[in-house]
């Protein structure tokens, strides 16, 4: 063997040994700190942090920097990198010499050092500083791959001040990634790392730095074959200015996370659509363009996936620089009053429990409950109103007794099962907490209407990709959940005549909300897969006459909504079918309940079979007047005589309120005795027969029962329940119908005729293998 090689295999043993105890190996991204990178769930860097060391450090992957940018790089530092063992002799011994001559520093270092130097922060300006970079070079050239070193190096190049990397740099200097880097942006870049001080565009030595990139803009094209269009890029004189800075997008919502995960540092995936975020802030700005003069400065916004609950946009303030409006509060944390946008849950409550239906007559009149006396926003009461229409109107009293009658849970309890935080006691609020009395933050009123989106079951709202989706937990059965949906789906467009068709190709389910003294207005809804909560008002508590729900948040929830239509243009959504466990009927539009023989008008509706609370309508009676008198008529009646008129018979105060409203409705006649007969014309169930137990088998698939009854002649239809439960409405002429039961035990059958006469009977049903 030549005495050199036996001279340099133990130099070379050596410095590998020196450099196993003095570098033990780590994955070379664990080497140093990384600042926070938040990204939108579209790949889009939203904002970064300062890494531990101060430095701006976003480490990037070698598959996402453009390939120019990389050329660049290894031409300027090391061309021979793919080739040398960590050190390049040659270079040392030229970079000595030049210096021993006097020709100026000239470095020798590969890559591979430069790497070595930045992660172990070496004094390289010794020859025993340099002896342990080159050891520490063979180190890492033993342990890691090239395209791991040339990772590093590219990802902690200085770059002048606290930047470090091109991931930083490309995104300060150009305001694009290192994807995005041309040539002649890439060129630029790969000269500033020699010198980061003087070339990093502070407006010195830029002499040297036109200079240097001049002379690697040379050696680019006597490396390779450049074509025409690189010809062009590098003719170009590209400076490097910090002229863009980092990226501050969706401050409220990335400021939301960082106070989330304190802990976390490196890149932090959201759920976040920045498409969506520039769209909704579009939408915001123009018309707060148009409505400055009203004084309304300051919105915030919410928009939800229902699908997996993540967040697609979130607008904490109008302007997080604006002083004026104190931008920098996060709007969508903000424990504000909520007006009558948590109605929709009282009636939710109501229909699980049985209170009530969509067309449940209600009363709309001054109404005492113990010592709070609520009023309408516009001071009036409307009498009888169906409950779709007492929600969708926002009337306040209707609403107040609904929350009056709801048990187990009522809307406080049900307001702790959602997990709304720092509430009150319950006697603090009362009913009150039916109009607003307590505090949501729009966080917690969007995690609710998805509840209602997704059948009831409320999940955890994400703001990560890396986040678990939750099954969550269920707060409302399904059917009273897609009951409340349609009703609000039923709320016309601000301005707009409720005939008329929702715009879009999403239905959109939503209510407005203002709280006491004009200090919030609210629009909260569905729309399609979405939920999207608006709040305009101001932050340090002043009321504005204009902050009405109605007339303020309204209009700007249907500009973003009908944005998102306009932006999903091609997302298909199949509307969701009715759970199995809701039914429609006709009720008579005036009662609400079943429809007797003189209804004169019947309405579809939704209800729950077993909860919903029907009976058969009362309101329209036939009444046997006397011509001669004008008064009722006693029987037996002759029809020569006597004619028939049918009256709807109202309480009084509802008469009384009619006349108010300027409805006035014709007073029913008093019925004299001799025309009542509690006794006659009772339907008489036939079947099922009295005392008999009836037992079907399982085996022998749905086994039936027949119902069916005698009734008087006047009769055209009859109602059949199974205790409170709707099994059919069924015309006499049809003769029996088909009941299968569904549980063995004890029913109570009832029939009532289309004049409201009853009958009833115990059946018992037993079922056999």
């Known amino acids: 063997m030549h005495w050199r090689w036996r001279f340099r295999i133990p130099v070379a043993l050596l410095a590998i040994l020196l450099a196993v105890r003095l570098f033990p190996w780590r994955p070379l991204r664990e080497m140093v700190p990384q600042s926070t990178s938040i990204w939108s769930a579209d790949g889009e860097l939203l904002r970064a942090t300062l890494a531990a060391d101060g430095q701006y450090r976003l480490w990037t992957r070698l598959k996402e920097m453009s390939p120019e940018l990389i050329d660049a790089f290894r031409l300027k530092e090391d061309r021979w990198f793919y080739w040398h063992p960590g050190v390049n002799p040659f270079a040392l011994l030229r970079a000595a010499r030049k210096t021993w001559r006097g020709e100026g520093r000239q470095g020798g270092s590969t890559l591979t050092m430069q790497l070595a130097r930045l992660l172990y922060r070496m004094n390289t300006r010794t020859p025993a500083g340099k002896l342990k970079q080159s050891a520490a070079a063979l180190w890492l050239e033993a342990r890691y791959s090239k395209r791991a070193i040339l990772e590093s190096y590219l990802n902690l190049a200085p770059f002048g001040g606290n930047i470090q990397g091109v991931g930083a740099a490309s995104r300060i200097y150009f305001g694009k990634p290192p994807s995005q880097i041309h040539l002649a942006e890439a060129i630029t870049l790969a000269v500033i790392p020699q010198r980061p001080a003087t070339r990093a565009g502070r407006g010195v030595r830029q002499d040297k730095f036109l200079s240097s990139r001049a002379q690697l803009v040379d050696a680019w094209g006597r490396s390779s074959s450049p074509t025409e269009s690189d010809r062009r890029q590098l003719g170009l004189a590209v400076a490097a200015r910090p002229d863009f800075g980092m990226p501050m997008s969706a401050p409220h919502f990335t400021g939301a996370v960082l106070q989330a995960n304190p802990t976390r540092t490196g890149r932090i995936e959201t759920t976040l659509d920045a498409r969506l975020q520039r769209l909704v802030e579009r939408q915001i700005a123009r018309y707060l363009d148009q409505f400055g003069e009203r004084g309304i400065h300051n ?30 509060v996060n709007g969508v944390l903000a424990k504000r009053s909520p007006g009558s946008t948590l109605k929709p849950f009282i009636y939710a409550l109501a229909l699980d429990q049985g209170a009530l239906h969509p067309r449940t007559i209600l009363r709309d009149a001054p109404t005492s409950f113990g010592p709070f006396t609520p009023e309408n926003f516009d001071g009036n009461f409307v009498g009888p109103i ?120 999403w239905p959109v389910a939503w209510k407005t909300g203002t709280s006491w003294g004009f200090r919030d207005a609210w629009s909260a809804g569905v729309v399609g897969p979405y939920v999207l909560v608006v709040w305009i008002g101001d932050f340090d508590d002043q009321g504005n006459p204009s902050f009405v729900g109605a007339d303020a948040a309204a209009p700007l929830f249907f500009r973003i909504a009908d944005a998102l239509n306009l932006e999903k243009a091609s997302e298909r959504i199949e509307p969701q079918p009715p759970p199995a466990g809701v039914s429609r009927v006709a009720v008579c539009a005036d009662s609400g309940d079943l429809p007797n023989k003189y209804c004169p008008q019947t309405v579809d509706t939704w209800y729950i079979p077993g909860k919903s609370p029907i009976r058969v309508s009362q309101l329209h009676r036939a009444v046997t007047i006397d011509i001669a008198t004008g008064r009722p008529a006693c029987p037996p009646y002759d029809p020569n005589a006597t004619r028939q008129e049918v009256f709807e018979f109202w309480p009084s105060d509802m008469m009384k309120l009619f006349r108010e409203a300027g409805m006035p409705r014709r007073k029913a006649p008093a019925i004299p005795d001799c025309a009542v007969d509690a006794t006659s014309g009772l339907p008489k169930i036939a079947t099922p027969l009295k005392g008999v137990t009836y037992t079907l088998r399982h085996k022998a698939g749905a086994q039936t029962i027949p119902l069916e009854a005698s009734t008087e002649a006047d009769v055209d239809s009859v109602f059949w329940f199974d205790g409170a439960t709707l099994i059919a409405k069924s015309p006499v002429a049809q003769g029996a119908i088909a009941w299968a039961p569904p549980a063995d035990g004890i029913h109570l059958i009832r029939v009532i005729d289309d004049h409201g006469r009853t009958a009833e009977r115990d059946v018992s049903v037993r079922f056999a293998d």
């Open 299 to 328: 919105v915030a916004t919410l928009l939800v996936d229902c699908r997996d609950m993540s967040v697609k946009s979130w607008v904490g303030s109008a302007d997080y620089r604006n002083e004026a409006i104190h931008g920098q």
């Open 386 to 505: 169906p409950a779709q229409d007492a929600l969708i109107r926002s009337r306040n009293v209707p609403a107040v007794w609904v929350a009056s009658q709801l048990r187990q849970p009522d809307l406080y309890q049900f307001l702790q099962s959602a997990g709304i935080a720092r509430m009150k006691s319950e006697s603090y609020y009362g009913l009150a907490l039916a109009l607003g009395g307590g505090e949501v933050t729009m966080e917690e009123l969007a995690g609710l209407y998805a509840m209602l989106a997704n059948g009831g079951v409320l999940r955890p709202i994400r703001t990560r990709l890396a986040e678990p989706r939750s099954d969550g937990a269920r707060l409302l059965s399904p059917e009273a959940s897609f009951i409340a949906i349609d009703m609000l789906s039923h709320n016309p467009r601000p301005g707009e005549d409720a005939s008329l068709a929702p715009r879009g190709r």
